[in-house]
């Protein structure tokens, strides 16, 4: 299960992705114990986790923050082939830094992109997720952490 | 023209390091190409995984690659050591979100030159590349 220190590590990951390559801090709310299915945006990032511990890490977004985004990365095309880029590279890069605290034995998957409607995050049994709010500009995101 | 192992030159007797960029994300290798600021770099080609940066590199003979780590089919640390026994004087700069030290030793130890962990910023991106170029 997550520890408060743990989940720490994701925020200050999510915080640092914003300033550097948006160059505008965002502001992460305080991390609360996901209860049934989340409301996700049009595009979310997948990165399962196995190794030493197993899981899933999330990012989604609306598709109005991601284009935004894409501007301040001086990135022209804002397809949607670009957008669920986007989404699976924050995933990825915020899970990867999440090694410099769990180490090596934390490994991350490729990403994978849910998108659409409203796409569905799988419930893994035994699994306690949390959810790290994230405001930007006028937007607002969600990363979610499901660590065994 | 060209040095064995070395630079190539173009026709007014001017050295260029030939670029490859590895990374299986299309907005980080966009982001690669459009931050770095080198007149004497010159880019021959972009992968989006190990597999077709081997291919792209028997192609196209770079003297300089950025190279992502986690990536499908092949990843980056496998795929540096075998671009290393292609050609022992290639520099390489990995660009990874994988912040630990022991994945940076082990690069390192497979023949990168360079680790430059994501995010970053194009300043960062700029230095870390002319540090692989002295």
Redesign the interface.
């Known amino acids: 299960m997550l520890h408060e220190q743990e989940l720490k590590t994701f925020v200050e990951g999510t915080t640092?992705?914003f300033e550097?390559?948006a160059q505008q801090p965002a502001s992460i709310g305080s991390p609360y114990l996901m209860e049934g299915s989340p409301a996700v945006h049009e595009y979310t990032g997948v990165i399962n986790i196995s190794g030493k511990r197993e899981g899933v890490v999330y990012f989604t977004a609306p598709k109005a923050m991601l284009t935004v985004l894409?501007m301040k990365?001086?990135?022209n095309?804002f397809s949607h082939?670009?957008m669920r880029?986007?989404v699976?590279?924050v995933a990825?890069?915020?899970?990867?830094?999440?090694?410099?605290d769990?180490?090596?034995d934390?490994v991350?998957?490729?990403p994978s992109v849910l998108s659409g409607e409203k796409p569905q995050i799988p419930q893994k049994p035994g699994l306690r997720s949390f959810i790290i709010p994230i405001n930007w500009r006028s937007h607002s995101a969600k990363l979610i952490v499901s660590l065994t | 023209m060209r040095n064995s192992n070395g630079p190539a030159m173009n026709g007014s007797g001017k050295r260029f390091f030939k670029l490859m960029i590895v990374d299986?994300?299309?907005?980080?290798r966009?982001?690669i190409e459009?931050s770095q600021h080198f007149e004497d770099l010159q880019l021959v080609g972009a992968a989006g995984n190990g597999l077709e940066a081997l291919e792209l590199f028997k192609k196209t003979d770079p003297d300089v690659v950025t190279m992502d780590l986690?990536?499908?089919r092949m990843d980056g640390i496998e795929c540096i050591g075998q671009l290393v026994a292609l050609k022992p004087a290639v520099r390489i700069l990995v660009i990874?979100?994988?912040?630990?030290k022991?994945?940076a030793v082990e690069a390192m130890e497979r023949g990168a030159n360079g680790f430059l962990?994501?995010?970053?910023?194009d300043r960062q991106l700029n230095e870390a590349i002319a540090d692989l170029m002295r």
Do not use: H
């Not at chain 1, 990825?92 to 410099?100: E, F, K, M, P, V």
């Not at chain 2, 299986?24 to 980080?28: A, E, L, R, Y």
């Not at chain 2, 990874?96 to 630990?100: T, V």
């Open positions: 640092n992705f550097v390559t894409l990365m001086q990135e095309d082939e670009t880029d986007l699976g590279e990825n890069t915020i899970s990867g830094n999440a090694r410099r769990f180490g090596r934390f991350i998957s490729v | 299986d994300s299309t907005i980080m966009r982001r459009r986690t990536m499908p990874s979100a994988l912040a630990d022991a994945t962990e994501k995010p970053f910023t």
